[in-house]
């Protein structure tokens, strides 16, 4: 049976210029062939959209009612092309009025699919109100800007805090947005300009913008690499992710619908062109919705002329005309301009619309005068056109300033529609970026780079994914991966054997994304259960504590109880599927205890895995169970039913943990979870057992049941690459570097997925480690209190230029995002390892005989930190925690004791070295030799065969 594809709701305002960026943003998504896309409108629009589809297209058009007469509008006004500007105010107003009908839509929707919801709702800047009604049916909400991220934060920001009205200068700076430097008075649309706050524009637009805030999160179409400053105003100011997945544009197919019909053809139009110059062609055109005013015209007019170049002009009536009525050459134009530049031959007049991104593309095209509208500017830059700007409304003059100021592609030549322009001024710019002079150059030049930036965005290749596809893949794909990977790689490593059926559940986002680190020819089978965050009060799409803030914690691990009918409902499907032959065990998470009330029912054997390790989990069991830091006043205390860990810090102790007295709802909610464990058949663990006998000896003294140590389960390079975000370095590049450092010099740095230290604690480990002078590869994140995945500001958390140095001297590496750890952990030039004691993190490192450098930032990490450095022997900690103090001078220290050849550097390496023979062992499976975690996983299989050993079921049985 066909896979149902998972449905994504769009809804743009009734306005071209955002219909257009929607209708590509749709054929998008539908190209991919994983989802049904459903497009909202109004009939009128969606009449003339219909046409625009490709014929085999499978996008459903959905009609919301609308009566413009009910709302003081001219009758059939569905679209800002058919009312006056001052009246473009009241349609946005008026579009509050479809809340009912789109609620009733989206019901409509989910009862037609038998109640599956769809995946996302994407809508337009203007409808930040739908985000209630997909928070009422548990859907996640996207806003989509069409336009640029400057050109939009700059127009955000002046609507909301209308910073000129404050001022007597014509010169300001925005308030929330300094890093877009000075704002001039004429860089403001005349309607902004005038806005008080109490003007029609300004009460609607300061209702409907900051409702931005409530969305899930933000698509942009633009180029993350062009486009920084502005996503970064954006994700500030709201604090939700922004993906800038541009350019999301029109095939040259799909465009003739949309559009008017053509002032002429495209054969034609190829034809003049072919006849010119290579980049002798001058573009001229003003977009679908603006014009300039009759004086403008004409002196423009008499430019192009007077210029001597080669033009095309894409002309529509004046200011004051209606722009789609006749165009009145005698009138608005010198006298006898058509026919002169006809039969010289030096120019196309095109009245109405003219096929732009097959001018933009030619060959002899040179230049495109703009009005800098975003579509435009994307589709010139993307051929590598630059721009002479002419910035008419909205926020047109903020993406010519970041075309000119920032990015380098465009000289502006006048703004607005009534400013006064001059033949000789516009003729002497055509002529400074037409002419081989030192600015053209430098200008086309600049065109070109963007093009290419622009080429790789969109660049979808089995080794490489560029930035836009990259953020395309994070806005659908947003669940990580957590506790899942110790999962994962425990499935993979059963499957190996070829002995069983092997079947991981889990929500549907996780599934997702856990599907794309299966190997292709993988035999997993993958089974949703369903769960919906909104019930439990918690964010729309929360699957993953990746995405919520860790005080709702407990809030998710109370919902995921939720689960408990779902999954007995799945296994009871299960077992008729294989014609009641039931799978031979059920093995969960620590926090899924519950499960075993299910496995019992039928029989089934069930057991816990702890992706940890033993020690660190035995620890922070017993923390959570009898919090005996709250019955002392001294900083050292021991734990009551484990003694054998010895004196613990209250500097060991994570703050959500130090701050529990059992009746907050972390206390209440860990112990009840906590104490199912002693009802499972027996507790996996992901440690070696001749590394780690004390901590399991605490779980088998404690519950009395067995308990397996199954470890390293850990996931193949191959298996990572998936389970992983993207790099920040490719592993080539990565190991290229390492090969040019002698053996055991570098120091490798990282805190893991999940885990980030203070902004102070970065500087003073940056400084430190340059001073060592020690090579090294620093896997850095954004500290505490910003979103870990967002962009790592260097300027601001590391020392002025350090990057720079540390790259242009040698020493080091710093990286964005992720890295191939294995790979550089294997590498023979990797001498220690500086850690949060992850244990994945820890057990990659022992595999290959590199010694701890340990930084315990939370949860069980202090006590792995413990293990490693009072009982193994194969550490040093450096310090504890997100919030202590650190020195350069302590850092740097630590990092030289370890990494010298001093006689505890030589002892922790040694050490280090006999503990990868001990995994190495562990693992061995010979015909006369098999290490003790093989035996492990053997005992523990034969425990589940030996409760089910009456029975008589297929060859291979279900996991």
Known sequence: MAQRKETIVLFPFMAQGHIIPFLALALHLEKTNKYTITFVNTPLNLRKLKSSLPQNSSINLLEIPFDSIDHNLPPCTENTDSVPYHLVSKLIEATLSF?????????????EQNGYKPLCIITDMFFGWCKEIAQEYGIFHAIFIGG???????????????????????????????EASTIHATQLADYLRVADGSDSFSAILQKVLPQWMNADGILVNTVEELDKIGLMYFKRKFGRPVWPIGPVLLSTENRGGPGKEYGISTELCKKWLDTKPYSSVLYVS??????????????????????????????????????NSEFKANEWLPRGFEERIKCSGQ???VHKWAPQVEILSHRSVSVFLSHCGWNSVLEALSHGVPIIGWPLAAEQFYNSKLLEEEIGVCVEVARGKSSEVLKKDIAAKIELVMNETEKGIELRKNAYEVREIIKNAVKNEENFQGSSVKAMNQFLNAASMGHIIPFLALARRLE?????????VNT????????????????????EIPFNSVEHDLPPCTENTDSIPYHLLPKFLQASASLEPHFKKLISELVNEQNGQKPLCIITDTFLGWCKETAQEYGIFHAIFIGGGGFGFACLYSMLLNLPHRSTDSDEFLLPDFPEASTLHVTQISPYLRATDGSDSFSVFYKKLLLLWKDADGILVNTVEELDKIGLMYFKRKFGRPVWPIGPVLLSTESRAGARKEYGISTELCKKWLDTKPYTSVLYVSFGSQNTIAASQMMQLAMALEASGKNFIWVVRPPIGFDINSEFKANKWLPRGFEERIKCSGQGIVIHKWAPQVEILSH????????HCGWNSVLEALSH??????????????????????????????????????????????????MNETEKGTDLRNKANEVKVIIKNAVRNETNFKGSSVKAMDQFLNAALIMRQMEKGASKDEV
């Open 508 to 527: 549907p986002l996780n599934l997702k994304k856990l599907k794309s680190s299966l190997p292709q020819n993988s035999s997993i089978h993958l089974l």
């Open 286 to 323: 003003f977009g679908s919705q603006n014009t300039i005013a009759t004086s403008q015209m004409m002196q423009l007019a008499m430019a192009l002329e007077a210029s001597g170049k080669n033009f095309i002009w894409v002309v529509r009536p004046p200011i004051g005309f209606d722009i």
């Open 148 to 178: 640029g991220g400057f050109g939009f934060a700059c127009y955000y920001s002046l609507w909301v805090n209308l910073p000129h009205r404050n001022t007597d200068s014509d010169e300001f700076v925005l308030p929330d947005f300094p």
């Open 99 to 111: 809340k009912p009908h789109f609620k009733k839509l989206v019901n409509d929707l989910i009862d």
């Open 496 to 504: 190996e054997t070829n002995k069983y059926t092997i079947t991981l």
């Open 849 to 898: 005989g590199v010694p701890i450098i340990g930084w315990p930032l939370a949860a069980e990490q202090f006590y792995n930190s413990k293990l490693l450095e009072e009982e193994m022997g194969v550490c040093v900690e450096i310090a504890r925690g997100m919030s202590c103090e650190v020195l350069k001078e302590d850092l740097s220290a630590k990092i030289e004791l370890v």
């Open 828 to 835: 023979r030039s990797v001498s220690a390892f500086l850690s």
């Open 347 to 349: 120019g196309l007049v």
